[in-house]
T-cell receptor
Framework: AQSVAQPEDQVNVAEGNPLTVKCTYS??????LFWYVQYPNRGLQFLLK??????LVKGSYGFEAEFNKSQTSFHLKKPSALVSDSALYFC???????????FGKGTRLSVIA | DTAVSQTPKYLVTQMGNDKSIKCEQN?????MYWYKQDSKKFLKIMFS???????INETVPNRFSPKSPDKAHLNLHINSLELGDSAVYFC?????????????FGQGTRLTVV
């Protein structure tokens, strides 16, 4: 069975600084990895995904993520954080077929002006 | 022209009541899901339907019954509501039961059982 770990409940970063939100995964086959963001009282919005190909994936709002197979990681990054990036971020994985997305517990990002 | 829409957005009800949450997607997707987000924001899959057929039913009390009249709709009916059912319920859809498809989520229904 697939699983995702987000080791940090909370990440604080100053506006303008780079940010990283960590994610590690476990799947039996090839991993298909996703990042979502949730703003207060809103649904989940898709940011980016890794299926195959380049290990560095670019997504919405200037976010990118780096797939590292040897470390089974898929960390979310942004070169320069904005206050408006403050939200709850979820990493998710699926391993094929009809399996639904399995989510990590989420990491709350707080960008301080 | 919301892609995945749920109604109602908020639902407050008493213990023991029966309630339904409706979900519709206009994306032409084949697969729809119900997720539950608890008070700690943990998201857990409840059900998955593909072309109106139930394909995944996680360990959920049988008081919860999904119904899919057509592939664009997936409703969730809950009988004999309990305090522990209070949560945010999200509907989602994907293009096909394929690995490359990201899921699109509705805005959620916040259910409060009093």
């Amino acid at each position: 069975a697939q699983s995702v770990a987000q080791p940090e409940d909370q990440v604080n970063v100053a506006e303008g600084n780079p940010l990283t939100v960590k994610c590690t995964y476990s799947v039996s086959g090839n991993p298909y990895l996703f990042w979502y963001v949730q703003y207060p009282n809103r649904g989940l919005q898709f940011l980016l995904k890794y299926i195959t190909g380049d290990n560095l994936v670019k997504g919405s709002y200037g976010f990118e993520a780096e797939f590292n197979k040897s470390q089974t990681s898929f960390h979310l990054k942004k070169p320069s954080a904005l206050v408006s990036d403050s939200a709850l971020y979820f990493c998710a994985v699926r391993d094929g077929g009809n399996t639904p997305l399995v989510f990590g517990k989420g990491t709350r990002l707080s960008v301080i002006a | 022209d919301t892609a995945v829409s749920q109604t109602p957005k908020y639902l407050v009800t008493q213990m023991g009541n029966d309630k339904s949450i409706k979900c519709e997607q206009n994306l032409g997707h084949d697969t729809m899901y119900w997720y539950k987000q608890d008070s700690k924001k943990f998201l857990k899959i409840m059900f998955s339907y593909n072309n109106k057929e139930l394909i995944i039913n996680e360990t959920v009390p049988n008081r919860f019954s999904p119904k899919s009249p057509d592939k664009a709709h997936l409703n969730l009916h809950i009988n004999s509501l309990e305090l522990g059912d209070s949560a945010v319920y999200f509907c989602a859809s994907t293009a096909r039961p394929g690995v490359a498809s990201e899921a699109f989520f509705g805005q959620g229904t916040r259910l409060t059982v009093v």
